[in-house]
């Protein structure tokens, strides 16, 4: 089944900073990667999505990028803020008509004012 | 329009009881997920419904849990004999195809 790994687990920048994570993903099937924000005490949030025929996405401060050659995609906060604190997950999708996600286990984001 | 809600918010029980716990979906999405978030940790995957087709049940990690999703919308989550290793938050999501939206989870506690 999908492997999705997720460096780091902890972050620390200062505010104004960008913060980068990182995901990669074994199954070659998949096409579909979100990535997640969850406050303390929420619940997940959808943030920024990609599907695997486009290679960068952007939405104001947030960016995500995509190389499905070497299976791996990235989250890119510019001009951080400190209601940017959160825990951050990516997922991966199985791949053809199943879209089961697969997350990775979290990146806490801290940034500091 | 309304979001995915879970019921109850909060559930303590003592170990050895049953406990159910309820999930809303969006009106619409043909996907259903339970997730399961012990304290600090990532989201595991415990059951996925898609439209009429058998459920995927391959992260059910004991036979004492099961779900069902009646009328293609609301689900529930059994856990039967509970331990104190299922305290955790059970998140549920709902999804049209891709983009999963997620309940607030119901917090459950074993005591």
């Known amino acids: 089944g999908e492997n999705v790994e997720q460096h780091p687990s902890t972050l620390s920048v200062q505010e104004g900073d960008s913060a980068v994570i990182k995901c990669t993903y074994s199954d070659s099937a998949s096409n579909y990667f979100p990535w997640y924000k969850q406050e303390l005490g929420k619940r997940p949030q959808l943030i920024i999505d990609i599907r695997s025929n486009v290679g960068e996405k952007k939405d104001q401060r947030i960016a995500v990028t995509l190389n499905k050659t070497a299976k791996h995609f990235s989250l890119h906060i510019t001009e951080t803020q400190p209601e940017d604190s959160a825990v951050y997950f990516c997922a991966a999708s199985s791949g053809g008509s199943n879209y089961k996600l697969t997350f990775g286990k979290g990146t806490l984001l801290t940034v500091n004012p | 329009g309304a979001g995915v809600s879970q019921s109850p918010s909060n559930k303590v029980t003592e170990k050895g009881k049953d406990v159910e716990l309820r999930c809303d979906p969006i009106s619409g999405h043909t996907a259903l997920y339970w997730y399961r978030q012990s304290l600090g940790q990532g989201l595991e995957f415990l059951i996925y419904f898609q439209g009429n087709s058998a459920p995927d049940k391959s992260g059910l990690p004991s036979d004492r849990f099961s779900a069902e999703r009646t009328g293609g919308s609301v689900s529930t989550l059994t856990i039967q004999r509970t331990q104190q290793e299922d305290s955790a938050v059970y998140l549920c999501?709902?999804?049209?195809?891709?983009?999963?939206?997620f309940g607030p989870g119901t917090r459950l506690t074993v005591t």
């Open positions: 999501a709902s999804s049209p195809k891709y983009e999963q939206y």
